[in-house]
């Protein structure tokens, strides 16, 4: 099981944060932070159901991550395992996740994919999400998967559609051209770009693309040896 303690600064003050895997006792607050991520219009029955949360805590426990301040918890970091062909690029977040129930774990791939990553409002100026991603990285490390990855919003693109195409607006995010809340959070994070995937999901903002972003394992070689 996984358990990291450390502290973060609030408005300049030390704050002891815990990750460590969430179970079934969390389920009640993990569904509440959904609600306050994906607040009305977005329709309540698309946050975490405790169908998913049990699937996520029985089929791949390490994948299920949770941040905890105070005895209260202020976001989660949910992934599967997968096999994944970097010359197949164009998947749905639906299709590779079992739309959030995970049944598509393989335990026996290569790559853990980011299912989803939620912190709450009121504490996302605490680096936490940045944090989890990196405790992820230790779980790729640990398991000795290749990669990490995932698919990333590009909520900012419905502002340029018009005028470039998605693969040239990751660019220019890039290259410090435009700044996207979601792409630039993942280059922060250390997530490196590896391609568009079209029809990823019903997102208008993104005008339903979503960038394929990995964080490679630097133990292990290209040719699968650690």
């Known amino acids: ?125 605490l680096g936490l999400g940045k944090l989890m991603m990196q405790a992820m990285y230790h779980i790729v490390i640990e398991k000795g998967y290749a990669r990490l990855l995932g698919g990333g919003r590009m909520p900012g693109y419905h502002n340029v559609v018009d005028q470039m195409t998605p693969n040239e607006y990751l660019t220019a995010v890039i290259s410090g051209e435009l700044d996207d809340p979601v792409i630039s959070f993942l280059l922060r994070c250390g997530r490196v770009p590896v391609g568009i995937a079209k029809n990823y999901l019903d997102d208008e903002e993104s005008c339903n693309n979503a960038a394929l972003m990995e964080w490679k394992n630097p133990f292990k070689s290209q040719e699968g040896g650690v």
């Open 1 to 125: 099981m996984y358990r990291s303690e450390f502290y973060v600064y609030d408005q300049g003050q030390p704050v002891k944060a815990i990750i460590r895997n969430y179970t079934k006792n969390d389920f009640d607050q993990l569904i509440e932070i959904q609600s306050e991520c994906f607040p009305p219009p977005f329709p309540a029955e698309l946050w975490w159901n405790k169908q998913q949360l049990t699937n996520h805590v029985t089929i791949f426990p390490d994948g299920a991550l949770c941040c905890e301040i105070a005895g209260k918890l202020a976001g989660s970091l949910t992934g599967l395992c997968v096999e994944f062909d970097p010359n197949n690029l164009n998947h749905s977040w639906e299709e590779i996740t079992d739309n959030g129930y995970i049944r598509s774990h393989n335990p026996n791939g290569d790559t853990l994919y980011i299912v989803d990553i939620s912190v709450r409002p009121q504490y996302r100026k």
